[in-house]
């Protein structure tokens, strides 16, 4: 237990910047939704293609 006594150390390197913390989440998030679009089109378009393979044109 602390008696209160005792200095605690205290480190002031922790510093925010101003732009570049911002800027970074914004990227990502662009990035993901990109990556997430691409999927889904590749995904509606391999189930479209199986839709297709499976119709019977024979009607």
Not at 7 to 26: I, N, R, W, Y
Not at 42 to 57: S, T
């Amino acid at each position: 237990m602390s008696t209160g006594k005792e200095q605690l150390e205290v480190e002031d390197d922790l510093v925010e910047s101003d732009d570049d913390g911002a800027e970074a989440p914004v990227e990502v998030a662009k990035t993901n939704l990109s990556k997430r679009r691409t999927i889904d089109n590749l995904l509606e378009e391999r189930r479209l293609q199986k839709q297709l393979a499976d119709y019977d044109f024979d009607l």
